[in-house]
Nanobody, 117 residues
Framework: QVQLVESGGGLVQAGGSKRLSCAAS????????MAWFRQPPEKEREFVSE????????YYADSVKGRFTISRDNAKNTVYLQMNNLKPEDTAVYYC??????????WGQGTQVTVSS
């Protein structure tokens, strides 16, 4: 099993920046991809970004392209999400997830990001 712990959320003004972290522990050697999702208030969870563990290839949702950057530190089993030029519509609970054998099998508890006007 894999345990995921997100951190770095909080309140930020529009146009500001935040960096989220997700630390993985447990049986991490079978991880294929790590990803970030988010769930705005009273809306469904949506995909944000992902990074392939082996070579660092990345993918982003159109809503965050050019503003968010995902990265990883293999030695620390940690993935980061650098969020720049934040907008009020970015307000959500952000979740870290791990892909094992083509499935988002493990999820963190989430961290709240609130962007004010």
């Amino acid at each position: 099993q894999v345990q995921l712990v997100e951190s770095g959320g909080g309140l930020v003004q529009a146009g500001g920046s935040k960096r989220l972290s997700c630390a993985a522990s447990g049986r991490t050697f079978n991880m294929n991809t790590m990803a970030w999702f988010r769930q705005p208030p009273e809306k469904e969870r949506e995909f944000v970004s992902e990074i392939r563990w082996s070579d660092g290839r990345t993918y982003y949702a159109d809503s965050v392209k050019g503003r968010f950057t995902i990265s990883r530190d293999n030695a620390k089993n940690t993935v980061y999400l650098q969020m720049n030029n934040l907008k009020p519509e970015d307000t959500a609970v952000y979740y870290c997830a791990v892909v094992i054998y083509s499935e988002y099998k493990y999820w963190g508890q989430g961290t709240q990001v609130t962007v004010s006007s």
